[in-house]
Every structure is written in C-alpha cells, then in structure tokens.
C-alpha cells in the first residue's frame, strides 16, 4: 500500500521561505511522478510543481515559477518543496500526491494523481 506522509509547513512572513517534504513508501516502481497541490478556501486545487521520480524532470504552475522549488532524492523517497519569497496569495493548505501511472498527459492535472498526503498549513503574512 503506497503511503505519503508530509511535514514541514508553518507561518512565515511575506518574503520568507518555508521547505516542505513527501515521504513516499509502500511502492512499487521508480518511474512515477510526485507533485504538490495547493487549496485555500473556496477555490480549486491547483497545481503548483512537479518532477519525474525517474529523470528528474520539473514543471511548475506559472504563479509559482521562479520562486518554488521542487525536488527528490536518488531513490525517490523524498520529495522537497522549498519555498522562496513567500507572498500572502501563496497561503493554502498544501498537498503532495503520486501518480501510478509512469506517463503523464498533463503534470499539474490533479486527476493523474492517485496517492495523496495528509495536507499541511501554509501561511505567508503581509
């Protein structure tokens, strides 16, 4: 049973960065993809980044290019977001997903993904 457990998050000042992390376990294949979502109250879930477990490959939503960074480990375990120059439109509760399929049609799209995470708090205050 695959299995994703979050930590990281918290408040921080606008401008401020905060790193969050995704431990997978419980899977089978390496070639997968892990992404972060984000949702705040009364909008959709949005796509903010994600990589390719196998080669590394990132894509980012455009709100977030620049600033945020998504990242993993050589054996695909662990998936970092590190957060740079935090602004209060970035507040949301934050969750990091997996797919299970090895192809992807859009990285973003939350309906690829299978296996999500408990979610954790985000805040930037101005």
Do not use: H
Request: charged share 20%; hydrophobic share 30%; aromatic share 12%.
């Amino acid at each position: 049973q695959v299995r994703l457990v979050q930590s990281g998050g918290g408040s921080v000042q606008a401008g401020g960065s905060l790193r969050l992390s995704c431990v997978s376990s419980g899977y089978t294949t390496s070639n997968q993809y892990v992404a972060w979502f984000r949702q705040s109250p009364g909008k959709e879930r949005e796509g903010v980044a994600s990589i390719s477990i196998g080669g590394g490959v990132t894509w980012y939503g455009d709100s977030v290019k620049g600033r945020f960074t998504i990242s993993r480990d050589n054996r695909g375990d662990t998936v970092w977001l590190q957060m740079d120059s935090l602004k209060p439109e970035d507040t949301a509760m934050y969750y990091c997903a997996r797919s299970r399929d090895e192809w992807l049609r859009d990285k973003l799209d939350q309906y690829e993904y299978v296996y999500w995470g408990q979610g954790t708090q985000v805040t930037a205050t101005s």
